[in-house]
């Protein structure tokens, strides 16, 4: 009898065990296809089919991932930016996914002022465990594998609510804005002529004006991003500028002991934040180390940050420190024929 008992325990306690399963994987499916999953997580989804035999990669946080959009130029190319990603997560992505580049692969080591400054203590986030071996996440646990690779929804929170209760008004904001395209006949009065002076006039007039207002937009941007520097990245991170400096030695000779060509670069950034620093910030905290970088190891450096061009035209800019996909184009023209200039591309 007490056998019995026993058994129908298990049995039951199996029951409850496999519909609680069950209902985690309903909800967990859902999870991982909603908009806070995919905010936080969606651009591991690059990381998922890195093609192989690469010629050209970059690494580096959002400056990167924002400024090299790869032309269709028979270069087998990849961007392997993540937005906030250290130096220390560069260097394990460039050795989780080294055997997918060819001999000679072009690699742009992609650093910015603030990356520079960003601490190399903490164990790493939940999404490198998405795609990076286990020996490469600093401070590895199973319990965070698990949360974040096979089940999130159990450290979801609030957004699972969100998620399943209004998931439609994340897509609010995707409009496309269409440019309205005029034709004019061949008449060529005087008064068809000076329409279309004024015309022409009125069009640049608002254009200058487009012009200031995203001037104003980007130098506000630049004030909060050189504060939040100096409060945070400044004060906390002068002790981590050196351990950088050496994982950037250690990215480099990586890639010589490996066949690859490095480079190191400097994204363009907006004349307004560039203004908001000093030279002997910049210098001590930046330029210095990447120069002793460059000098050491016997790396090309191609910095952008405080291009003549493109540092002062604000249609290139989605904020202070972040190009958009115009920028993004004008840039990949330059860095592309910087490379040929030091041969590393034909």
Known sequence: MADNKVLKFFIKLFAVILTASIIVGVINSFYIKGYYYMDTY????NMKDVPYDLQMINLGTSHGLASFHYPENGIKS???????EDIYHDFQTLKQF????????????????????????????????????KDKIKDFTYETLISAKYVPVLRSGEYIIKDLINDQEMDVGAEMMKDKQTTSSDNQSTEVTTAVIETVQNQQDELMQKRNARD?????HAVGRAESWRSGYMINGKRFIAENTELVKEIVQFCYDNGFKPV?????????????????????????????????MNVPYYDLSHDAEMSVTPEYFSNSDHLNNSGATAFMEKYLSYLKEINYIK
């Open 78 to 84: 990849y961007n392997l930016a993540l937005s906030g």
């Open 264 to 296: 190191l670069v400097s994204t363009p950034i907006y004349y307004a934040l560039n203004e908001q620093f000093t030279d002997e910030e910049l210098n001590r905290c930046y330029f210095d180390n990447l120069k002793k970088v460059q000098s050491e």
């Open 216 to 220: 104003g937009e980007l130098t506000d």
């Open 42 to 45: 969606g651009e591991i989804e």
């Open 98 to 133: 080294s055997d997918h580049l060819s001999k000679g692969c072009v690699v742009a080591i992609v650093t910015s002022y603030f990356s520079f400054c960003m601490p190399t203590d903490v164990p790493s986030q939940k999404r490198y465990y998405l795609y990076l071996d």
